[in-house]
């Protein structure tokens, strides 16, 4: 693969990923959709174009997934969802992340990983900026919605652990959205006196379903072949900021100095803990 074609893939992937959360607050911030209907609808819109995905390519490798990961993931969808009702999309997308990020790593030191000084500094100011952000004060965001995106992330991180080593990951994850239809028509029967759709609100989330996450996950399948577990790691530091620059650009959300700081501690602190967990492998 070409340089320039790791480069576009990659590129696109990231894009797609900070989609989701432009999408997601945009369709809650001003249409009448409401959460779970969006749940619903981007994950079944992800399922089809994930099974239609595998359907065009051919291929050797297996992968078929598997109901507690389809689980975490309709977990991860629900609570992103909610928690977009009143979070900003940079926040959101930031808590989101280091909640992800938080997880793998809390495994690896379950699991007996034992983290280099320079680690735990890192990891010390990651948490440090989540403090920050998360202190009451004007500028801080809605508790309610700051824990269900941590418990999104927390259940898109189970996610991506169980994801590891089963076989081609468009098929494995193709298997797992399929796997949540019959869960979200369960959870779309007991919400059914709740649902409010509107045509602008159905298209953000067929777009968040069919694009950003069916095609986007493809896409990100398709380049990390190609990328070195550092590079495949610390490129998804960008996510963040691209939704909060999109956040800025397109929904006119501010980026307070609270924010920044968090934000950079955060991602700084994430990436010395990738970095030099690779550097001494």
Known sequence: MS?????????????AFAGNSLLCRAALLHTS??????????LLSGAITLWLVIQIRSGTQSGR???????????????????????PTAIGALLLFGAVQATMI???????????????????????????????????????????????????????????GLGNSTKVTAGNFLRTVPIVA?????????????????????????LASGLGYAIWYAALPALNATHAATVQLSVPVIAALGGIVFLGEPITLRLALASVAILGGIALVIMVKQHTR
Do not use: C, H
């Open 3 to 15: 340089y320039v074609r790791i480069v576009s893939l990659t590129s696109l992937a990231m894009i």
């Open 33 to 42: 959709i409401d959460a779970a209907s969006f749940t619903a609808i981007r």
């Open 65 to 87: 997934g598997n109901w507690i990961s389809a689980f975490a993931l309709f977990t991860y969808a629900a609570g992103f969802s909610f928690a977009y009702v009143s979070l």
């Open 106 to 164: 809390g495994y690896g030191i379950w699991a007996g990983e034992r983290l280099l000084k320079l680690q735990l500094l890192g990891l010390t100011l990651a948490f440090g900026g989540l403090i920050v952000l998360l202190l009451p004060g004007l500028t801080a965001p809605p508790l309610s919605g700051s824990i269900l995106m941590l418990i999104a992330g927390f259940a898109w991180g189970i996610y991506s652990l169980r994801g590891k």
């Open 186 to 210: 369960v959870v779309s029967l007991l919400t059914l006196k709740d649902i409010s759709l509107d045509t602008a609100g159905f298209w953000y989330a067929i777009s968040s379903g069919a």
